[in-house]
Nanobody
Framework: QVQLVESGGGLVQAGGSLRLSCAAV????????LAWFRQAPGKEREFVAA????????DYADSVKGRFTISRDNAKNTVNLQMSSLKPEDTAVYYC?????????????????WGQGTQVTVSS
């Protein structure tokens, strides 16, 4: 089992950057695939990015490719999301998530563990 706590959200102008972090507490953190999701007001939660347990593989939603970068530090039990060229449509609550199933199954898009979320607001 793993507990996840996000930080780093806030208000930023369009075109700006923001870095989200997620700290994990639990055993075997390095065996989990990690992901970021987001949910905008009135919309369903959507996948943003994921990184494999080793950090060797990543996956991004088309809407954030080239603008967002996911990374992890297994020694510090953290996963980060560097967001650049932010747009008003990136405004959402961002959630960190973890899943222990094989990376190739792509089940990290339906993770078993969730953080509480952090608000990101991009002003135009």
């Amino acid at each position: 089992q793993v507990q996840l706590v996000e930080s780093g959200g806030g208000l930023v102008q369009a075109g700006g950057s923001l870095r989200l972090s997620c700290a994990a507490v639990g055993r075997r953190f390095s065996t989990y695939n990690l992901a970021w999701f987001r949910q905008a007001p009135g919309k369903e939660r959507e996948f943003v990015a994921a990184i494999s347990w080793s950090g060797g593989s990543t996956d991004y939603a088309d809407s954030v490719k080239g603008r967002f970068t996911i990374s992890r530090d297994n020694a510090k039990n953290t996963v980060n999301l560097q967001m650049s060229s932010l747009k008003p449509e990136d405004t959402a609550v961002y959630y960190c998530a973890a899943d222990s199933r094989p990376w190739g199954s792509r089940l990290y898009r339906q993770p078993g563990y969730w953080g509480q979320g952090t608000q990101v607001t991009v002003s135009s």
